[in-house]
């Protein structure tokens, strides 16, 4: 099934790269990749990961805000859309498994994960811990949108990069 088209815009007098108007950066796969493993050997993976959850949790919050605005999107449509964006920026195929915005709970689960397939199965621990600020930002949005109070918390239960079949993740609201 293809997917559909992400629409990028270039403003040619700044070279900006837009898409729905938000400014963008395009990069290869593995300078991610790279960049979080000399990060990880530079301070440590555990300092890394909470200075990544904290900004991915506000970066998803502002995408989905913005998202939100500019498609006239529920709350509900906002996050799948986010997880479908993410899918089509190369991030793996990301899908919730299940969804309950209602508790701010979910189980995501990323198949062929960017970053286990770049780390490989030798790295044999979970790697892709990118994505929990992403999608407890992406459930705050939600929870906030709704009216609700709540600060969802997201942990990376599996990874391809430790032998599991696909990288899963569980979201829940404290």
Same mark, same amino acid.
């Given at each position: 099934?293809? =997917?559909?088209?992400?629409?990028?815009?270039?403003?040619? &007098?700044?070279?900006?790269?837009?898409?729905?108007?938000? @400014?963008? +950066? /395009?990069? @290869?796969?593995?300078?991610?990749?790279? +960049?979080?493993? !000399?990060?990880?050997?530079?301070?440590?993976?555990?300092?890394?990961?909470?200075?990544?959850?904290? #900004?991915?949790?506000? !970066? *998803?919050?502002?995408?989905?805000? $913005?998202?939100?605005?500019?498609?006239?999107?529920?709350?509900?449509?906002?996050?799948?859309?986010?997880?479908?964006?993410?899918?089509?920026?190369?991030?793996?195929?990301?899908?919730?498994?299940?969804?309950?915005?209602?508790?701010?709970?979910?189980?995501?689960?990323?198949?062929? #994960?960017?970053? $286990?397939?770049? /780390?490989?199965? =030798?790295?044999?621990?979970?790697?892709? /811990?990118?994505?929990?600020? #992403?999608? *407890?930002?992406? +459930? %705050? /949005?939600?929870?906030? $949108? !709704?009216?609700?109070?709540?600060? @969802?918390?997201?942990?990376?239960? %599996?990874?391809?990069?430790?032998? *599991?079949?696909?990288?899963?993740? &569980?979201?829940?609201?404290?």
């Amino acid at each position: 099934m293809a =997917q559909p088209q992400i629409p990028i815009d270039v403003d040619p &007098e700044t070279g900006i790269w837009r898409t729905d108007g938000l @400014p963008m +950066m /395009y990069l @290869p796969r593995h300078f991610m990749v790279n +960049m979080q493993q !000399s990060i990880e050997a530079a301070m440590g993976i555990e300092a890394y990961r909470a200075i990544l959850y904290r #900004s991915c949790h506000l !970066s *998803a919050l502002q995408w989905c805000r $913005a998202e939100a605005r500019t498609h006239g999107l529920t709350p509900e449509e906002t996050f799948r859309h986010y997880l479908r964006r993410m899918s089509q920026r190369g991030h793996g195929q990301v899908e919730p498994a299940s969804l309950d915005t209602a508790t701010g709970r979910a189980e995501i689960i990323v198949r062929n #994960s960017a970053y $286990a397939l770049g /780390y490989g199965p =030798q790295a044999g621990r979970r790697v892709c /811990y990118v994505f929990e600020g #992403s999608f *407890a930002g992406g +459930m %705050a /949005y939600v929870l906030e $949108a !709704s009216g609700r109070s709540g600060e @969802p918390l997201c942990l990376e239960t %599996a990874c391809l990069a430790e032998g *599991a079949s696909d990288c899963r993740f &569980e979201v829940r609201c404290d």
